[in-house]
């Protein structure tokens, strides 16, 4: 390992030696209080512990901040180079906000600085409350080994755990017998991608090898004849090497050029911002600045939720055409080849694939979908997704299964992750590995999982992963509801998702006008569009003399390994209006008559919505209950004024936020209904449809 030294130059020593004698007059003043106010002694050592919460709160605002508000100077001395000489330099877009009050800055597209530890972040968000804790304290009686010579798997029987476990029960590790169940994927047309069989119990010793024909199993252990109530439970995948994939009969064919193909893995986390990423997980934040993953500042989603911005990245697809070539609520919609998956692209130049999502009821292609009537790639965990669900002991966090059996949710899609990786250390993989678990229904959850997170991308490096593969970490887009968007930066939190990339060495040294270019385009505006269009650049260029078919005109995408024009807008990209976060506003008074003329027109747009989809009756009409801020477009046309509004609506005070083009002339609005925000949670006042997009809209009738 090399030595390294860190010369930190932080632009706060001075403040904070201010803020500590500033902090010494606060308590010099107490004690004197004390002495002179003998009654007011109780008042004061509640100011007191006051002070030294917020000392501490402060102190890790400092820490965590010091990490992009502090340049940092790495010097390897092994190699006697900077690092700086061997590596994209990502420290010189360290987020100073001495150097700029933008996190991009062109001449269409300005994204304003949001500061994650802000004084009102903090009134709702203390760190100190999240920590990271297991989910057992039992010890693991079952592991899973992989053997790469021989390509497969033994489940080890750790006898001294479990002689521990039964020793209060005077037993031995050999009172107890284990056996798994293997989980197939069963059922056929609409259900094929709900339903699994859970098989019989199979007795198995020491070091058994698992058959390469099973994908996933639950494991029990029980004392002697005892049947009813297992020891411990537990869950494991496998990816089997020898099975027939759709990738093997391309192999040969891939393999004509001779150039080495990186493998491509996709690590996504559900409603993550790019601010709340620094806020609710600094130490990973603090690992991906100091191991050269490179960041676009400007990633902007172009959808609601996470179906149209993965179906950006993963298709070229906005929503309209996504539900028609694809129509992901008919039975084989998303296996059509039409449906233009990414992964089918990979599959044909050559590439093994595969696919995991934890939280089975929300994945993004069956939530309100059909989902798929064949597995979409060659490894697909889906079924043991919805076994352990089931089967194993569920714990919640905001609603959602966090701990299922002996682990975090999320773990099971890393390790399927690093199983997927290390078990073809010399092929080409593509893969997609999305959570939900911790982040989907609460903007701080996450921030137990921090430790967890770096831990996994920390095995990416040790296992040799990312000397072999192009990693995107990335983000669908931020928190969609709660208390983060009722604060002024809200806007941007739920519109900016956080990305991350990082470069194999050796892809680096073939490509380093990619380097270069992809550093520029770390401060441009780009989408998910861009990130299908990087992956078609990458398979374009490991294989120049396969074809890859351009679908019918519907790439809007640029690669970011190719220059984004300095002039780029929203319109350019693909950004609808509603979520374009280039252009600025100024504020309105709330009074304003034409906004509340505007507010109302919204309303009866919302509720004619209701009316044409059939659910009138089951809705209530919407009435205006009070408007909370209006802005306007600084940029004008003609008879035309677009403004951007949250306003509240009865019944349940229901929170919405708008972006909608005023014509003053026909007073009229533009405005399409599906693009309108609710910003509080609804899936309780809305229960009486069972309409995905239709919800956001519906408050039922009591």
Partial sequence: MSNAKYVLLSKHDFSE?????????????ILAFLKQKQFARILAFCALITTLQLLHMRFYYYETNRVYETTIQIEVWENNITATESVPNVTKHNETRSQYEYFIHTSQCRVPYVEP?????????????????????????????????????????????????????????????CCYRQIVRAGSGGSADSKYNLLNCVIFHQDFLVPQHIDYIITECYLGDNNKNPLQKDAFSFIQVTKKTNSTDNATE??????????????????????????????????????????????????????????????????????????????????????????????????????????????????????????????????????????????KKAGLSYCVGRKHYGEYIYDYALQFANAYPEEPLFGLFWTNSFSHNAFDIEATMDVKVLEYLKKLKTDGILERSIVIFLADHG????????????????????????????????????VKVLQTNQKRLTTPYDIY???????????????????????????????????????????????????????????????KTVTLLVIKDINQYLVNKNISDKCAELKLETINSVEMKMIKIPNESTYRINFEANPEKARFQVTVVYNITTNTIDTKVEDISRLDWYAKTSN???????????????
């Fill in 17 to 29: 030696i201010a803020y500590e004698n500033q902090s010494q007059n606060v308590f010099e003043k």
């Fill in 117 to 177: 530890f802000a004084e009102n972040v903090l009134k709702i968000f203390n760190p100190l409350k999240y920590k990271y804790t297991n989910c057992t304290k039992d010890e693991a009686f079952i592991t899973s080994i992989y053997q790469l010579n021989a390509r497969q798997y033994f489940l080890h029987m750790n006898m001294e755990n479990i002689a521990r476990a039964v020793k209060p029960l005077n037993a031995t590790a050999m009172d107890v017998r």
């Fill in 254 to 395: 891939s393999n004509v050029s001779g150039i080495r193909k990186p493998s491509v893995l996709l690590i996504g986390i559900d409603a993550v911002s790019r601010i709340n990423l620094r806020r609710t997980m600094p130490q990973t934040f603090k690992y991906l600045q100091m191991n050269q993953w490179l960041e676009l500042l400007g990633y902007n989603k172009i959808g609601d939720n996470t179906f149209p911005n993965l179906m950006a990245f993963l298709t070229s697809y906005n929503l309209t055409m996504a539900e028609a070539k694809c129509m992901p609520k008919t039975v084989g919609g998303l296996n059509n080849p039409l449906c233009n998956f990414i992964w089918n692209d990979f599959k044909r130049f050559g590439y093994k694939t595969a696919y995991a999502e934890d939280t089975s009821s929300l994945s993004t292609f069956n939530y309100r979908k059909k989902g798929f009537e064949r597995p979409p790639t060659d490894y697909y965990l889906r079924p043991l997704t919805m076994a352990i669900e089931k089967v194993l002991k569920v714990t």
């Fill in 479 to 514: 928190i969609r509801w709660g208390p983060l968007l009722k604060l002024k930066s809200g806007f941007l939190e739920e519109r900016l998702p956080m990305f991350f990339i990082s470069l194999p060495p050796w892809y680096q040294k073939q490509h380093p006008d990619f």
């Fill in 533 to 595: 269009a990087t992956m078609k650049h990458i398979l374009e260029v490991a294989q120049p003399e396969m074809e890859f078919p351009e679908v019918n005109g519907t790439m809007r995408g640029i690669s970011i390994f190719r220059e984004i024009p300095e002039n780029r807008t929203c319109n350019d990209a693909g950004i609808p209006e509603h979520w374009c976060t280039c252009v600025p506003y100024e504020i309105v008074p709330t009074k304003d008559e034409v906004a």
């Fill in 688 to 702: 009486c449809i069972d309409l995905k997009e239709e919800k956001k809209y519906c408050i039922c009738k009591k």
